[in-house]
């Protein structure tokens, strides 16, 4: 058994792991960062073919300048970022293929177009009635957190082509169906990600906006955070016991041992279960699921789409993507398009071939685009399986099902403050920003930040953690 010592054990080299990590580092704490897979990103995850001349971004990709904890560690970093201009919206269904803009609705229908902006505007209200830092304290917290969100779009919404929207609607958020999330819960993800407006097919707040990438690829802000803390990361070591000693604790995992006076878990609440931990957290954490997610892209010779950013929304039996968008990159050679299987869909997308999965996203595109000559006949084809990821479980984020977040008042608040030494960090974590990069950024800062005030204080005083926090 290898042992080692130092301040601070960060599980996890995501974004949120390497985040917490620099900064404990930048405070002149020794700091290791252990990653069970054999590479650092997490859920940002960037495949190059160099023979095609590609970058593509099979996990997390985008950010705006309202997230500015990420704006801002993407300014200190020194990464560069591009523009992605505003897109047009293409939406087919089984009733044919319908093109607007982002200030528009696909029917001239006033009841539908009522209906749209009654079960959103109703949404955005109860979300603003909602704690950011603790949803369970909200009024109406237990009669929310008992049904689903298909039981509230059973009461509220009244056409079937709206209900198409807001089902769509979760699938595109929370990875899962409506049947399966708490409506306590998706309410607060919404209050989180800026409202019912921020995922709709009428956004005019992001087209105005504007959604920037980084270059060469998110998972490269995650590397360049690697080489800025030099040979603390270590890789291909899954750890398997946290325990709580007086002195400190001990992290074991592949034949080490790290002594240290705090450890942050920055990894998905599910992967709580791979870790044998001392004390032990709260059981209403191993019911938090995570969503189902395949991320695909298509390179073609020639954008067929037409020369103007187009996303794509898809409800057609048959068709199992939900959401697509022109993925073409700066830099590469060829023209892109990505689209996302979610939920039900991407559990039944797991029983077709790699072949099967590439044919159905190119007959969609046929659809949408009238192009069936050349659409059929990809360059490439590259494809993310996120339930296949063995230290991530799913994507992009985990949801909660009715009845986990008001279970216990002491599990919600373990969510950000520490138990014992043992630190949350990780997009779960996080009571800003949570479900994207921002949450992310933000909870491994804060978790970090919780470190340091206890560390410090203890290496002043001689006092224990557990003490402080008394």
């Not at 990464?79 to 939406?91: G, I, L, N, R, S």
């Not at 390179?299 to 993925?327: A, E, H």
């Not at 002491?410 to 920003?433: K, N, Q």
Request: with cysteine; net charge negative; glycine share 8%.
């Amino acid at each position: 058994m290898t042992e080692h010592s130092c301040d601070v054990v960060v599980v996890g080299a995501g974004l949120s792991g390497l985040t917490a990590a620099r900064l404990l580092h930048k405070h002149d704490l020794d700091v290791a960062v252990v990653e069970a897979s054999g590479r650092v990103g997490g859920r940002a995850f960037t495949l190059e073919n160099r023979e095609l001349g590609m970058v593509s971004d099979q996990g997390a990709s985008l950010c705006v300048p309202a997230q500015s904890t990420l704006w801002q560690l993407i300014k200190d970093v020194g990464v560069k970022v591009w523009q992605q201009p505003p897109a047009e919206t293409v939406y087919v269904t089984e009733d044919g293929v319908s093109r607007f803009t982002p200030t528009s609705l696909p029917t001239w229908n006033p009841l539908v177009r009522l209906d749209h902006y009654n079960v959103f505007s109703t949404m955005d209200r109860l979300a603003n009635q909602i704690p950011p830092e603790e949803p369970w304290e909200a009024a109406s917290a237990q009669e929310w957190d008992s049904c689903t969100m298909k039981d509230f779009f059973d009461r509220t919404v009244w056409f079937k082509s709206v209900r198409r929207i807001t089902d769509a609607f979760v699938r595109v958020l929370a990875c899962a169906e409506p049947e399966e999330v708490s409506m306590l819960w998706f309410l607060w993800l919404m209050g989180q990600t800026g409202g019912g407006r921020w995922a709709t097919l009428v956004n005019p707040a992001a087209a105005s906006a504007g959604e920037y990438r980084v270059s060469g690829g998110m998972q490269h802000l995650c590397k360049v955070l690697v080489e800025q803390l030099g040979d603390k990361v270590t890789l291909n070591c899954p750890i398997t016991k946290v325990k709580n000693v007086e002195d400190g604790v001990l992290v074991t995992g592949n034949g080490a041992t790290w002594k240290a006076k705090a450890v942050i878990l920055a990894v998905p609440p599910p992967c709580y279960n791979k870790i044998s931990l001392s004390p032990a957290l709260p059981e209403a954490f191993h019911h938090i699921t995570m969503g189902h997610v395949y991320k695909c892209t298509l390179y073609y010779k020639t954008n067929f789409w037409g020369n103007g950013r187009v996303q794509l929304f898809t409800d057609y039996p048959g068709c199992p993507f939900v959401y697509g968008f022109d993925d073409t990159i700066p830099g590469n050679k060829f023209p892109a398009f990505t689209a996302f299987i979610t939920g039900k869909k991407a559990t039944e997308a797991k029983e077709m071939t790699k072949e099967q999965r590439k044919d159905a996203f190119c007959q969609c595109l046929a659809r949408a685009f009238t192009s069936e000559s050349e659409v059929m006949q990809p360059l490439e084809y590259v494809e993310k399986n996120w339930n296949e990821e063995e230290y991530i479980g799913g994507g992009f984020g985990a949801y909660f099902p009715p009845g986990v977040l008001t279970s216990d008042r002491i599990f919600g608040r373990c969510r950000y403050d520490p138990t014992g030494r043992v630190f949350l960090a990780g997009v779960e974590s996080a009571t800003c920003g949570y479900g994207g990069l921002e949450g992310a950024v933000w909870a491994g800062k804060r978790a970090a930040e919780q470190v340091i005030a206890v560390v410090s204080r203890q290496v002043a005083d001689g006092s224990h953690p557990e003490e402080m926090q008394n």
